[in-house]
């Protein structure tokens, strides 16, 4: 074996603790420290580590195991048995006892023969653009998922009668007979045959201009004999119009789908007329907390079975639209001049609408509001102002009735009805056509219902009465 030298071998001098015996440990205590004469360690000498030393220890793996003493594998149980399809149907599935190994396998349930195609298609996603999409698989036969007896409101269907292919129609009639220019004899004899004009699917129907002057003619008496006998007799034709009218606009929230509180509607803008007639302006105040409180106890004591927030509100709403609006006029015949303020008021807001007929019917190009009222044009519209305006004037300067004895006073009060009477006659066609109706009633013939002749007088009304309070002239 070759020497090696103890100073090469040897590893560096480093730190390092050195146990002492009980002996040494009792000298070292008596004595204040270590033996001066204890020899330094010996070092030894570092041999080579032999060929065939083993690598360092390791924990075993599995396969540095032999195999003589590893475990057997668990044995696999058997899948249970598929179940077969017979004549008379699907024989019953045997599981496996919950205490067994799951196996991962799904028993599978055979189908009858000739519904592969039915189960394949009803996995995937149909579409009402494609060919195999069928309407009878999602019809609920006669029953429909809409009740149509609840619609209320903006849910009811548009009616039949489209209005705006009724004004392009009306338009193109008046068109083609206001043309003059004739082409000459031969080439009108040469010319082909013009296809007949293209109508509407619905035929509108026309009011007859003879009736609908029989039926002013009829009010325009009534009127004149109330206004003859006085403010009495006059407040009680406002409040059978007022009433009417409201009848009719409660009658079109039913018809609609709503049900509210017709009696208590009609009772507070039947007494609205008449108590402000005789109270003043204290009437406004008394009769509308009468009508809102009693209307929600109407609901709260379930008289009729509905809705009594929608409801409640539809029927404040019919008393404050028609009630309160129309119980201004009870206001204007408190004053002594009174019934000459209700007859400036008529005749301006009847020139309006007399006036703005004939000049949109005959002369009418550009609809004023095609979503609200497609009938009604802006010719019409400045035809009726200035109609409204030339009444006044001719109420003060020429007629000079009092309180209107002035062309100032009579100015004012046809701007006034020039401005009030469009807002309140689109207001009520707005509401017809929210509410799906042509007319809110038949009672006037030629003129539709009684809210359908009085609508713009109902937002003048107001107007006029303050009107009148700020010239003084009460």
Request: proline residues 10%; contains cysteine.
């Amino acid at each position: 074996m070759p020497d090696f030298d103890d100073e090469a071998m040897s590893p560096p001098p480093t730190e390092g603790v050195r146990i002492l015996g009980a002996e040494e440990a009792q000298a070292a205590v008596e004595g204040g420290g270590s033996r001066s004469d204890d020899p330094p360690p010996r070092r030894r000498r570092r041999r080579p580590p032999p060929e065939d030393v083993q690598p360092a220890a390791r924990f075993p793996l599995p396969q540095d195991r032999p195999a003589s003493t590893l475990p057997s594998p668990r044995p696999t149980p058997a899948p249970p048995p598929v179940a077969t399809t017979t004549a008379e149907g699907t024989g019953p599935v045997p599981l496996p006892h919950w205490t067994e190994p799951p196996t991962g396998e799904v028993p599978m349930i055979a189908e009858p023969a000739g519904d592969e195609d039915v189960w394949a298609s009803a996995s995937e996603p149909r579409f009402r653009d494609t060919g195999d999409w069928n309407e009878a698989d999602f019809t609920f036969g006669d029953e429909s998922p809409h009740d149509e007896t609840t619609a209320m409101g903006a849910l009811v269907d548009t009616p039949e009668v489209d209005e705006d292919e009724e004004f392009a129609a009306e338009v193109a009639a008046r068109r083609s007979s206001g043309r003059r220019a004739r082409p000459p004899r031969r080439a009108r004899a040469e010319r082909a045959p013009a296809p007949p004009p293209v109508t509407s699917a619905v035929t509108p129907t026309r009011d007859d201009l003879a009736t609908r002057v029989v039926t002013a003619a009829i009010l325009a008496a009534v009127a004149l004999l109330a206004f003859t006998l006085g403010r009495a007799a006059t407040a009680v034709l406002v409040t059978v119009i007022v009433a009417a009218a409201a009848f009719e606009l409660f009658e079109g929230f039913r018809r609609a789908g709503f049900q509210p509180a017709t009696l208590l509607g009609l009772l507070g803008s039947l007494s609205l007329v008449g108590i402000a007639y005789n109270h003043g302006e204290r009437a406004f105040p008394l009769v509308s907390a009468v009508v809102v409180g009693f209307t929600l106890f109407w609901y709260l004591a379930k008289v009729v079975h509905a809705r009594p927030m929608v409801n409640a509100a539809v029927t404040v709403f019919g008393f404050a639209y028609v009630g309160i609006l129309g119980g201004f006029a009870g206001l204007l015949l408190v004053f002594p001049d009174g019934v000459g303020m209700v007859i400036g008021l008529v005749l301006c807001a009847v020139a309006y609408d007399v006036v703005g007929y004939f000049v949109g019917s005959r002369m009418g190009r550009r609809p004023l509001a095609p979503d609200v009222s497609p009938n009604k044009t802006v010719e019409g519209l400045v035809g009726g102002m200035a109609a409204a305006v030339v009444m006044g004037l001719l109420v003060g300067a020429l007629f000079k009735i009092t309180p209107w004895d002035s062309a100032g006073h009579g100015l004012l009060l046809g701007l006034v009805v020039a401005v009030f009477a469009p807002l309140g006659d689109l207001v009520e066609s707005m509401l017809k056509r929210d509410l799906g109706l042509k007319d809110f009633g038949t009672l006037l013939p030629g003129h539709g219902g009684v809210l359908d002749r009085f609508d713009a007088m109902l937002f003048c009304l107001p107007a006029v009465y303050y009107l009148v309070v700020a010239l003084g002239l009460h």
